[in-house]
C-alpha cells in the first residue's frame, strides 16, 4: 500500500456521525429505526422495572395487612371497592363476590365458591395482562433487530461494490468507507437486540413469580372463604 493511500485513508473521518451521514438512503432509515427500537426497549425495561417494584412492595404491605388478623369484612371496608393496587384489586374481586352470594335472609346463594375462584381468576389475568404490556416488543427487538441490522449491511456493502467498480480502484480510501457504513447498521442492530433479549427474559421471570404470587393469594383467600361456606 502506497504512502498516498495512507494518507487518504487516514484523512476519512470515521466517526458514528460520519458514517451515518455517508450512508445511503436506505441504510440511514435501517439505523434511524434500530436507533427508535433500541430508545423504546430501554424505556419499556425502565418502566417494567418500576412497575415490578411498585407491584412487589404493595404485594407484601397488603399481606401483612391481610394475615394481620383483622377480620376481612373491616379490610375490605378499608381498601373501598375500587383499590389501586393489584393485590387489594384481587381482593376486592372475591370479597365484592362473596358479598353478593349472601341473600337477604343471610343464606348464600348456590355456586358462590365457584363465581368467587372466577372472579379473582379474571382479577388476576388482567393485572398478568398489565404486567407483561410491552414484553412482546422486546422479544419482537431481540429476534428481528439483527436481521433488521443485517439488511443495512448487506445494502450498504452493495452499494459500497457499486462505488468501487465505478471508481474502477480497490485501494483502502474508496473500500473502507463504504464497508464501515455497512458494518454500523449491524453493529446497531445488535447494539439493540442483545438487551432487549437479556431484559425480556429477566422480566419475564419476573412477571411469573409476581402472578404466581397473585395466585397462591387467591387460592388461600379461597381456601379461608371455603370454610366460611362450609361453617
Known amino acids: 500500500m502506497n504512502t498516498e493511500t495512507l494518507a487518504m485513508a487516514q484523512e476519512i473521518d470515521f466517526s458514528l456521525l460520519a458514517l451515518f451521514m455517508r450512508a445511503t ?95 379473582m381468576d379474571v382479577a388476576i389475568a388482567k393485572e398478568a395482562e398489565t404486567l407483561t404490556g410491552g414484553l412482546a416488543f422486546l422479544a419482537t427487538v431481540g429476534s428481528t433487530g439483527p436481521f433488521v441490522g443485517l439488511f443495512g449491511t448487506v445494502w450498504g456493502i452493495k452499494h459500497a461494490f457499486e462505488e468501487i467498480a465505478i471508481a474502477k480502484n480497490t485501494d483502502l480510501a474508496v473500500v473502507a468507507p463504504g464497508i464501515a457504513e455497512a458494518l454500523l447498521a449491524t453493529g446497531l442492530g445488535l447494539l439493540a437486540a442483545i438487551p432487549a433479549v437479556i431484559f425480556y427474559n429477566k422480566l419475564s421471570a419476573d412477571s411469573d413469580r409476581i402472578v404466581n404470587g397473585y395466585e397462591a393469594f387467591a387460592d388461600e383467600f379461597a381456601t379461608i372463604l371455603s370454610r366460611q361456606l362450609d361453617s
Request: glycine share 8%; hydrophobic share 45%; no cysteine.
Open 25 to 119: 438512503l436506505i441504510v440511514k432509515l435501517v439505523m434511524i429505526m434500530l436507533i427508535v427500537a433500541s430508545f423504546w426497549s430501554w424505556s419499556i425495561i425502565i418502566q417494567k422495572h418500576i412497575a415490578f417494584r411498585k407491584a412487589r412492595g404493595e404485594a407484601s404491605i397488603f399481606d401483612r395487612a391481610f394475615w394481620s388478623g383483622e377480620p376481612l369484612d373491616e379490610l375490605f371496608d378499608k381498601i373501598g371497592p375500587q383499590p389501586s393496587g393489584p393485590s387489594e384489586k384481587i381482593f376486592a374481586s372475591g370479597m365484592m363476590e362473596w358479598r353478593r352470594s349472601h341473600r337477604q335472609d343471610g343464606g348464600l346463594i348456590a355456586g358462590a365458591q365457584a363465581r368467587i375462584d372466577r372472579s
